[in-house]
Each structure stands twice: as structure tokens, then as C-alpha cells.
């Protein structure tokens, strides 16, 4: 975003540099009508050309400000520590959590004395050394979630995930929300982002393999009644009197069902 915006104005101001001269060219041509009509019209192209740009490069760099703002759900869920420990007390003692940036997550969790684990959905190209560290441990594996996790039923005393749902259909939302539910003891908690929020940049689609469907609360609630979950309504209050002590607005919907 910031290379686009050095671009625009030197571009702009290039252009707009080649107008006086042709302004110029035009007025010492007044002794031929002919060839100041030829001018008028050339004068008239870079005018054209240049509102054409313009407008281009405009669009262009709205469209990149409006993608360039989606935000990680998984910050969100390392904000919320404090607060999910609070609304879990020991269920928070062996936790997995899935979606991207788990590693930041997991040593997040280590770090206030959990154990932890966590699965990466999608690439792990570009990371850092305490990244890779945790994935050669074993704390963090990548693996699709359209497949069974390869653990054992209530593995986990609780499971978190987050961004990854909204990345797929309905079709394998029906097989993988049953299966993270399976896995957790005490719970499962939902961070997704909200409708009318563009997450993914462009250049991360590739990454998610297709658009996020974010849906809304009401969706959600629907869908856990649809699919048996229920809701966890202890965790859910001590979630909410927790958030509003700590002053915690987190930018993702939060759910908490029952395993
Ligand atoms: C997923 O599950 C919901 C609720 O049980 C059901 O209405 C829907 O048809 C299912 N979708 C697919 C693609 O199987």
C-alpha cells in the first residue's frame, strides 16, 4: 500500500507537468488556425488520457485500502487470554488451538503455562525460527481441516479455533465443526469474523483457497442447533462479565459451545 502511494503522486505529477507545455505550444500557434486546431485536439487526447489515469490509479488505490484491512481473528484470541481464562479456569490447561498464526497463539499459551498444540491450516512458507522450532517440536503441525485431526476423542480439555471455518463450505464445515467438538473435553470455542468485513488480501487467496464466507451470528446459532451443538451458556456469561472488566472488543464474533 505504501509503494502505491509514492506511485500515484510522481505519476500525477508528471502528467500534469506535460499540460503547461502543451498550453504553451498553443498559444504561440495562433497565426495558423489550422495547427492550433491540431493542437486543440492533441491538447484535448492527453486531457482525456490524463482524467482516464487519473481516475485509474484512484480506483485502484481505494481497492487496495478496503482489502488491505482485514484483520486476523487469531490476534483476537491472543487478546483474549486473559479473558478465556477467566471464563475457563482449568479447561484452559491443555489446549488446542486451530487457524492461521497458530504459532503465535501456541507460544502465547506456553508462555501463560498451558499446554498447548496447535494446527496451521494453510502454508508455512515465510516463517520465523521460533515457527519452525515449534512445528519440528510437534507443537504445531499443518494439516487440512477438511480431513479428520488426528487425535483421540477429548484429547483436549479445550479447542479454539479461529478465521479457519470461515474459509470452508458448508460441506466440510458440516464434517470438521463435529470434529473439533470430538476432540475437546470441556469445549469448543468460535472466533469468526463478521459479514461485511473483507479479510483475506488478494495476494493471501491462493493461500486460503477460496474467499471467506463470514456469516452471521444468527447463521452460526441456527447451525449449532442444526447440527446438535449447544451452546455453552456458564462460559458464555463468565466470557461476557470478564470482557466488560477488562475492556476487551474483540473485532471477531465469539461462540462457545459444549464438546
Ligand atoms: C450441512 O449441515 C446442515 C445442518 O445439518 C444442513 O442443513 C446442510 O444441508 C448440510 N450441508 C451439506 C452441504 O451437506
Redesign the pocket.
Known sequence: MASRRLINPSRRASDSGSLPLVGSLHQKSRSSPLLSIGLVVVAAFFLIGYSLRGSGGFASEKEAISIGQGVSCSLDVIQAMPILKKAYGDSMRKVLHVGPDSCAVVSKLLKEDSEAWGVEPYDLEDTDSSCKSLVRKGFVRVADIKFPLPYQPKSFSLVIVSDSLDYL???Y??KTLPDLARVSADGLVIFAGYPGKQRAKVSELAKFGRPAKLRSSSWWIR?FV??GLQENEMAIKKFEEASVKNSYKPSCQIFHVTS
Open positions: 463450505s458448508s460441506k464445515l458440516n447451525y442444526q447440527t
